[in-house]
């Protein structure tokens, strides 16, 4: 008797369970939004991370979809996700109705896992009062303060390629290109000297792999956690690598004491967050900011460190593996560079770099082709009704703009897979909805750090032309093959070039 409850128990909770599953699956067909049909339990995340890359899937499913509305469902496990498929949509998310959408929807927990807790990732005031403190850390007069860090490192990057370039040797680009952008920001995020160059294993490089070296395991968490936030929270759920956290948190208490202790005053993020920390303003501003703590303070160094290292690294591979495979534009880059070092006694001062204007060309151009950031997240804050549409987004439902998608949109971008840097003069530009390039998202919530991520692209690019051919070998990857399991775009099996001097 018993046994025969339990089994009508069972049946019945499955039975009510599969017709709810397949409720949700019919959601958007009974709303008139055009989908891609979802398979339980996954819905339409099957192979990402593993098989095809996020970004990938994502296009397959924009390609199918666009013009039929301005936006596709798809499934993230049995819940419905948006995708946008019109950029007039995509700026009122971005800039219209902002108010609507100013949060990520990404996973935040600052009581068990504090690194979590930055820019990127907050919500709400939350994100609006740390946007406020953040901002003037980032203008030009202070890209222009840690400009000589950025050249400084970039000579020790040219020092490492010299024998290399003596022997016409093939590297894998990427490892190298990451070496520059750790140890500019060690130097500009936490003062210290990491010479990757002459140390390839040291802590902080070693680290820095960590951060984004994601098995299936980290990748599905991460996942869950920003599926079912709260129940993540409950269980104290970290996304944050133990090593990683214990690295960056003992690190940034050993410099701020020392730098306390020793008045130590250094022209970089650190220094510039402390002053917040100890007085809720920066030197030389009266603009009251308001004070943080240790833990947001931290938060926010680890999130320049990881959005600074990996992103411009990424994106000066991908310019170097175009302009390998296109050597008329590598030498009209390089002649700009010769040029303009020239007019500037040969000194890469901050006005020299500012006029390489061919350089912001190609990489705006490797920006639209391998956008590092290559899909962005909305939440909604409140039920939305779609512009010119009866259909109400709900609350809390998330918004997904696939930037590669829209980068890679022949309707947008003719021939999208050719690279091409005139797509990006003024006058190109100017013909484009202000939507049809996201590298760094855009409106009040873009990317905070886009001048320095530029400058130190710009600067370690210039240094690389000035000095250097790169060609293409046997063992580039032609077509590239994405990552299925990486965080940013990336190479399947690395970048392979070939280094020769002028």
Known sequence: MVLNLIFLVIVAFLTVGFFWVRKQYRFCEENGIPYVKPTFPLGN?????????????????YTKTKGKHVIAGLYMF?????????LDFIKHVFVKDFHHFHDRGVYVNEKDDPLSGHLFSLAGQRWKNMRSKLSPTFTSGKMKMMHSTFVAVAKELQKHLDPIAE?????????????????????????????????PNSQFR??????????????????????FPNISRALKVKVTKPEVEEFFMRLLRETTR?????????????????QIMKTGKLEGDNTELGKITFEELAAQTFLFFIAGFETSSSTMTF?????????????????EVLRILAKYNGEYTYEACMEMKYMDQVINETLRKYPVAETLVRSTTSDYKLPNHDFVIKKGSGVLISVYSIHHDPEIYPDPERFDPERFTEEEIAKRHPM??????????????????????????????????????????????????????????????QIEKI
């Open 206 to 227: 070693t680290i820095g792999k960590k951060v984004f070296d994601l098995g299936k395991f980290e990748f599905l968490k991460q996942i869950m956690a920003g599926a």
């Open 436 to 497: 049809a390039w996201l590298p760094f998202g855009e409106g009040p919530r873009m990317c905070v750090g886009m001048r320095f991520g530029m400058m130190q692209t710009r600067v370690g690019l210039a240094n690389f032309l000035e000095k250097y051919r790169i060609r293409t070998t046997p063992k580039t990857p032609i077509p590239i093959v994405i990552a299925p399991n990486s965080n940013v775009l990336a190479a399947k099996g690395g970048m392979w070039l």
């Open 258 to 274: 020392y730098r306390e202790k020793h008045n130590v005053q250094r022209n970089d993020f650190l220094s510039l967050l402390m």
């Open 45 to 61: 995340l099957w192979g990402a991370g593993y098989k095809i890359h996020i970004c990938e899937l994502l296009q397959e499913i």
């Open 78 to 86: 049995v819940y419905p996700i948006y995708l946008t498929l019109d």
């Open 167 to 199: 022997r016409k040797q093939e590297i894998e680009i990427k490892d190298t290109l990451a070496k520059y952008t750790t140890d500019v920001i060690g130097n500009t995020a936490f003062g210290v000297e990491c010479n990757s160059f002459t140390q």
């Open 319 to 335: 310019a170097l593996y175009e302009l390998a495979q296109h050597q008329d534009l590598q030498d009209k880059a390089r002649n």
